[in-house]
Every structure is written in C-alpha cells, then in structure tokens.
C-alpha cells in the first residue's frame, strides 16, 4: 500500500519562543527547528503499516526554505522519499489555507492511505486532518490510537474523553493519530546514511499551480490583530500551620470555588 | 548541539550521528543511569537499542556492517553517551576494543564469517587480557591454549572482565608458546563454549551498572580457525588494540568530566551565598574554569591523537598522553564539582559524587596511569 505522512517542522518546545513584533506569528528563525513530536507517531505508524502489507511511504512536508530537518527525520526513521513544498508566498498560511496547499500536494501523488499528527505543537488547532479530508472527499479517522488495515478497509480505535470508538471506512482515507498508538523508533545510522540518497522532490507553488492569493497570509481567514508577552507567574500562596491552618486550605479552596 | 562540537565534526554525517546520540543519551539513557547504578542493573536492552541504532562498529568498515567512521567522530560518540551515563559509554569502548583483534588481524574469511554479527548491534564482546597475578604485567599472563588436533582447549582464569558474563563473544590472549611477549595468541570464544564461566560479579565502588568479573576457562575447546593473527602474534595484538582502547577511555573520561562541570555550573548559577550567585565569587568561578579548561584540553588531545590514528600514523604515544591527561582531569574535576556543589555534592540526591566514584576507575583501566607515563616516558626516551 501507498502511504502519504504528512510532517511539519516546529520549534522547539523546550525552547522560548517569540513572536515576530511585525507578523505576529511565531519568530520560527529564533529557535532550532524539529519534527512536530507528534508526527513522528504518524512515521511510525505508516513504516509499521508497510512493513506488515509492503507498500512505500511517502513524507510531504511544507514549510519555510530550511525548514527541512522534519522529513529528513522521516527519511532517516525509514520513510521512502519526500515531498517538500516550499515558498515565500506560504508564510502565514493559517490552517485553512495550510490544508489548501497539503491538498494539492497530494493531488500529485498516489495513496490508499495519508497519515498525520493529531496536533502540531506550536498553534495546536488540530483542524489541519479534518480539513484536509474535507478538501480530498476523503473519510477522516481522527484521534486514531490504533489503526487495522483488511484490505481495502480500514478500522481506527479513536480516543476519546470516555475511552475509544471503533470507525471503519474505506481507502483512501486520511487519519490523525496520537501519542498512544505506538512507540516511535530511533533513527538507525545506517539510516541516516541512507536517508540523504533517498529522493526528494522540491515543489514552489508555481510548480504546483496554486494561486499565491489562495494561501499564505492573502489566503488566511485567520488573523491575529493583537498579542501581549504572558506575565509572569505569580508567586504561590504559603499557609503556614499556626493551629488554624486546616482551616487556611479550605479557605482557599472555597475561594477558588473547588469547595 | 553547539558551535564548537559542530565544528569538531567534520561531516554533516558526523553531526547528524552525533545528533543521534545526543537524542539517544538524553531520551533513553540519562533517566536511567542513577537507578541502575545504585542497583548494579547491567543495562543489556540499552546495548540492543543503541546497537540497533548502529553505535557497536562506528570505526569499522561498512563493508562488514560498520559506519566507517573515523576515531575522531566515534571517540565523540563514546564522549556523548559517557556524558549521560558511563558505563554505556565504557561499554562501547569495551566491545569496540573487543572486535578490534579480529577487523585487523584476522583473515577475509574470519572477518567475513563474524565480523558482521559481532559490530551489527545485536552482539556485545568483552576482552580477556588481564589475569588475578598479571595486570599491568601482561606479557608474562599465563592461562594456556595447547594445540589439539584442530582444536585449542584453554585453562586459567581471567580477571576485571568489563561485560564478563554477559557477552556474546570474548576476545582472549592466552599462551600457545614459549615465556615471555612472543609466546601469546588470540582466540575468539563464543560465549556458549562448554567449560567458560564467569565468576560472581566484582563488587566495585562505582560504574556498578557494568558488570565486572573473572572468566574461568577451564579446558575451554576453540576451534583452530578461531585463532586470530599469528601464532605468538597475541601481545602485540594486544597492545595495539590497548592504544585504541586507551582513546576509548578517555574519551569517556571527558563525558564524565563534561557532566560534572555540567552540574557544578548550573549549581553555581543559582545557589546564592552572600547576596550572589556563588560562581560570581572568584574562589568558586576559578574552579569551574580550571575544571572547564581541564575537560576541554583533554578533547583536544583525545582528539589530536585520534587524528593521527585517523591518518593511518603512529599515535601509541598521544594516545597514553590522552588516556592519562583526560582521566586525571576527570579525578580532579569531579573532585572539584563536589566542592562546588558542597553538602548537596556529597549526598546522593545529586550526581556529582557519583561522577567522582566513576571518575576514580578510569584512572585504573586500560592501563594505569603509572603505565601511561612509562608509555610516555619510553617513547620519549627512543625519540
């Protein structure tokens, strides 16, 4: 089976992050880039997949010129080739317009099956594996901490607050999944030898013929008018015990309506 | 990863190896350290992951399933996981040196038939050189492997064996001839050998995670295409994988060290004494900076010794020089950095007592430091 992972270079989560004083987005040139944790669960899946049914992976990737640590990572943990969409013109695409670009991207390629990260962990909407299916005509399985291939079907165990669903669909489909689903591997150095002879296919959005006007900061119905630094966090309250500090917690308590 | 490792690394393959590694020390190998250590856990599943991620044969050849990478990107991996933990690192430098005999000594066929397994990361080797009576004597060691038929059966025993028991394969030196340096041999035993054992683990007082113990050979039978280089050819077979071990250890000597200062800096930054952080205090910021330019001279000269081997030249003499400036800078730098760290330092709620219990081994293996300078000495006597 064909297999499309999407991956999206983040920052670094331990790192402090900026935001850009004139866009407003996140100053992504500050702080060193990585693949989106998550994602990486989506890798792992999709090589698991195929190495259980044969088949290929196939990483698509979209960001800024060097943000190509996060399908080299792919790459490296076994994935086939990569897709890289890349253009001055996609920086500020909100997720609406991300997905605009994803989905043409995929409409060059073949696959019974594209996998991504539930979330990205710098603006976490999560509405990109939703959006994406919408724009494909393509059933969604979101949330997936399991994931069955029979055939042409498909059968997800989707989290949810109270335990799992189980959705079934039929291929081609795109599912999100999460941290549970299984434990991704670490790069081999083999791996990473291998991984810079693997192809990489390097798209514009002229190449791709996409309007520039229908993604980037022109193609985003999201804006952000406005955005202040977090204070710091106020110290913590001390009650020290002098007979009545029973009655001091249960105060506070109350006081944060908890009792 | 940092400017100055960056450019110690002289291939973006290199980086992207050492980035591995760092990924590895930190997610798999920094958590666990402490627990293992105070409970003496050999880490064997750290060994798979790590030799599954290919770091068991970095120097040798691709050909045989190796990285192909030069001492002076392998020794820097060694560095790294000895920084998160000493006795991976130690260990890595132990199997490298325990494949070392066979990738340069022994025949295309031998190295075909078990080169690959043994650095394919499913394999870990040990080395059996040392004996209960000769340590740094080694050349008068006196376990015996007597020709027989087309077999070598072995007897005595072997002391201080890193991994004793727990490897896949050792690499031993024992007598085929006459007294003296010229009348030892190698021989690789599988670890299933009827009559090879290993006695109860060495109750050491640190690096405890690395299992430390005699192997007793008692008429140990070894096929005879198992035997490795020349007849008698053993000691300097020995020796020369000593000058590659030597380059092993001091390299982990600087990981410990880097993670003693490590420690000892962050502490200084935020312990406040006397209305500043103490490392403002010139008494303690000196002593991290003497600890700081102890731990990276000894990179350099690891490193400058690994450039020769590298270049196919001579570095016995370098590699003693590396072997004895790095461990003693190790001894004096976790010294230092329980000083720094002070109360807090000698409790166990903090590393740093345990990177001066390790430090202390690394002063002793591989060739004491005594022996390093009579290397140092010799060869600067024959000039």
Same mark, same amino acid.
């Given at each position: 089976?064909?297999?499309?992972?999407?991956?999206?270079?983040?920052?670094?989560?331990?790192?402090?992050?900026?935001l850009d004083?004139d866009t407003l987005a996140v100053?992504r &040139?500050?702080?060193? &880039?990585?693949?989106?944790?998550?994602?990486?669960?989506?890798?792992?899946?999709?090589?698991?997949?195929?190495?259980?049914?044969?088949?290929?992976?196939?990483?698509?990737?979209m960001g800024p010129d060097?943000?190509?640590?996060?399908?080299?990572?792919?790459?490296?943990?076994?994935?086939?080739?990569?897709?890289?969409l890349s253009d001055p013109a996609l920086a500020g695409s909100d997720a609406l317009a991300t997905s605009e670009a994803l989905a043409k991207v995929?409409?060059?390629?073949?696959?019974?099956?594209?996998?991504?990260?539930?979330?990205?962990?710098?603006a976490?909407t999560?509405l990109v594996?939703?959006l994406l299916?919408?724009r494909?005509?393509?059933?969604?399985?979101?949330?997936?901490?399991?994931?069955?291939?029979?055939?042409?079907?498909?059968?997800?165990?989707?989290?949810?607050?109270?335990?799992?669903?189980?959705?079934?669909?039929?291929?081609?489909?795109?599912?999100?999944?999460?941290?549970?689903?299984?434990?991704?591997?670490?790069?081999?150095?083999? &791996?990473?030898?291998?991984?810079?002879?693997?192809?990489?296919?390097?798209l514009d959005l002229a190449g791709l013929g996409l309007d520039a006007g229908s993604v980037g900061w022109a193609g985003s119905r999201s804006k952000v008018l406005?955005?202040?630094?977090?204070?710091?966090?106020?110290?913590?309250?001390?009650?020290?015990?002098? &007979?009545?500090?029973?009655?001091?917690?249960?105060?506070?308590?109350?006081?944060?309506?908890?009792? | 990863?940092?400017?100055?490792?960056?450019?110690?690394?002289?291939?973006?393959?290199?980086? %992207?190896?050492?980035?591995?590694?760092?990924?590895?020390?930190?997610?798999?190998?920094?958590?666990?350290?402490?627990?293992?250590?105070?409970?003496?856990?050999?880490?064997?599943?750290?060994?798979?992951?790590?030799?599954?991620?290919?770091?068991?044969?970095?120097?040798?050849?691709?050909?045989?399933?190796?990285? +192909?990478?030069?001492?002076?990107?392998?020794?820097?991996?060694?560095?790294?996981?000895?920084?998160?933990?000493?006795?991976?690192?130690?260990?890595?430098?132990?199997?490298?040196?325990?494949?070392?005999?066979?990738?340069?000594?022994?025949?295309?066929?031998?190295?075909?038939?078990?080169?690959?397994?043994?650095?394919?990361?499913?394999?870990?080797?040990?080395?059996?050189? +040392?004996?209960?009576?000769?340590?740094?004597?080694?050349?008068?060691?006196?376990?015996?492997? %007597?020709?027989?038929?087309?077999?070598?059966?072995?007897?005595?025993?072997?002391?201080?064996?890193?991994?004793?028991?727990?490897?896949?394969?050792?690499?031993?030196?024992?007598?085929?001839?006459?007294?003296?340096?010229?009348?030892?041999?190698?021989?690789?035993?599988?670890?299933?050998?009827?009559?090879?054992?290993?006695?109860?683990?060495?109750?050491?007082?640190?690096?405890?995670?690395?299992?430390?113990?005699?192997?007793?050979?008692?008429?140990?039978?070894?096929?005879?295409?198992?035997?490795?280089?020349?007849?008698?050819?053993?000691?300097?077979?020995?020796?020369?994988?000593?000058?590659?071990?030597?380059?092993?250890?001091?390299?982990?000597?600087?990981?410990?060290?880097?993670?003693?200062?490590?420690?000892?800096?962050?502490?200084?930054?935020?312990?406040?004494?006397?209305?500043?952080?103490?490392?403002?205090?010139?008494?303690?910021?000196?002593?991290?900076?003497?600890?700081?330019?102890?731990?990276?001279?000894?990179?350099?000269?690891?490193?400058?010794?690994?450039?020769?081997?590298?270049?196919?030249?001579?570095?016995?003499?370098?590699?003693?020089?590396?072997?004895?400036?790095?461990?003693?800078?190790?001894?004096?730098?976790?010294?230092?950095?329980?000083?720094?760290?002070?109360?807090?330092?000698?409790?166990?709620?903090?590393?740093?007592?345990?990177?001066?219990?390790?430090?202390?081994?690394?002063?002793?293996?591989?060739?004491?430091?005594?022996?390093?300078?009579?290397?140092?000495?010799?060869?600067?006597?024959?000039?």
């Amino acid at each position: 089976m064909k297999i499309v992972v999407l991956v999206k270079q983040v920052p670094d989560t331990a790192a402090d992050k900026r935001l850009d004083p004139d866009t407003l987005a996140v100053d992504r &040139g500050a702080v060193d &880039g990585l693949i989106n944790e998550m994602d990486e669960f989506a890798v792992e899946e999709a090589l698991q997949l195929v190495e259980k049914h044969g088949g290929e992976v196939t990483v698509v990737s979209m960001g800024p010129d060097d943000a190509t640590d996060a399908y080299k990572k792919a790459l490296q943990m076994g994935a086939d080739k990569a897709v890289f969409l890349s253009d001055p013109a996609l920086a500020g695409s909100d997720a609406l317009a991300t997905s605009e670009a994803l989905a043409k991207v995929l409409g060059t390629l073949e696959y019974d099956l594209v996998i991504l990260g539930s979330e990205a962990s710098d603006a976490r909407t999560s509405l990109v594996p939703a959006l994406l299916a919408e724009r494909l005509g393509l059933p969604q399985l979101t949330f997936a901490s399991k994931v069955e291939v029979d055939g042409s079907a498909i059968r997800v165990n989707r989290l949810t607050d109270y335990g799992h669903d189980v959705v079934e669909a039929a291929l081609p489909a795109v599912v999100s999944v999460v941290e549970k689903i299984n434990e991704p591997r670490y790069p081999s150095f083999k &791996g990473i030898m291998a991984a810079k002879k693997k192809p990489v296919e390097a798209l514009d959005l002229a190449g791709l013929g996409l309007d520039a006007g229908s993604v980037g900061w022109a193609g985003s119905r999201s804006k952000v008018l406005d955005a202040t630094v977090a204070p710091p966090r106020a110290k913590g309250t001390i009650v020290t015990d002098e &007979g009545n500090g029973g009655s001091e917690l249960v105060g506070f308590l109350a006081s944060k309506k908890f009792v | 990863m940092d400017a100055i490792r960056r450019a110690l690394l002289p291939t973006e393959e290199a980086q %992207a190896l050492f980035e591995l590694t760092e990924e590895l020390g930190r997610e798999e190998l920094a958590p666990r350290a402490a627990a293992a250590e105070a409970a003496a856990e050999f880490p064997r599943d750290v060994f798979r992951l790590i030799g599954r991620s290919g770091l068991l044969g970095l120097p040798y050849d691709e050909e045989y399933g190796g990285g +192909s990478q030069p001492y002076a990107v392998y020794l820097q991996v060694v560095e790294e996981l000895a920084r998160h933990w000493l006795a991976v690192g130690l260990g890595v430098s132990v199997h490298t040196l325990s494949c070392h005999a066979l990738a340069e000594y022994g025949t295309d066929k031998q190295r075909k038939y078990w080169l690959p397994d043994m650095i394919g990361g499913e394999q870990l080797g040990a080395y059996c050189l +040392s004996e209960p009576e000769h340590g740094s004597d080694a050349a008068n060691l006196t376990t015996r492997a %007597a020709a027989d038929g087309d077999e070598y059966v072995i007897d005595g025993t072997k002391a201080w064996i890193t991994h004793g028991g727990q490897a896949d394969f050792y690499t031993v030196l024992a007598r085929t001839g006459e007294p003296g340096a010229r009348g030892i041999s190698a021989f690789l035993v599988d670890s299933a050998a009827a009559g090879l054992s290993a006695a109860e683990p060495e109750h050491k007082m640190g690096m405890r995670s690395s299992t430390t113990s005699q192997m007793v050979f008692e008429g140990v039978r070894v096929p005879a295409e198992r035997q490795i280089g020349e007849l008698g050819q053993g000691f300097e077979i020995a020796m020369r994988a000593l000058d590659c071990g030597r380059l092993g250890i001091a390299a982990c000597a600087v990981g410990v060290a880097q993670a003693a200062l490590d420690t000892a800096t962050a502490y200084a930054k935020q312990r406040e004494q006397f209305g500043k952080p103490i490392i403002r205090h010139e008494a303690v910021g000196f002593l991290l900076a003497d600890m700081a330019a102890r731990t990276e001279v000894g990179r350099a000269a690891y490193l400058a010794a690994a450039r020769l081997r590298d270049l196919g030249l001579p570095f016995a003499r370098q590699a003693a020089i590396a072997k004895l400036h790095c461990t003693d800078a190790a001894m004096q730098t976790t010294i230092d950095a329980v000083q720094v760290l002070g109360g807090a330092g000698y409790t166990t709620d903090f590393p740093v007592e345990r990177y001066l219990r390790e430090a202390k081994v690394l002063q002793i293996v591989e060739g004491t430091n005594q022996i390093q300078r009579r290397v140092i000495a010799k060869a600067l006597e024959r000039g």
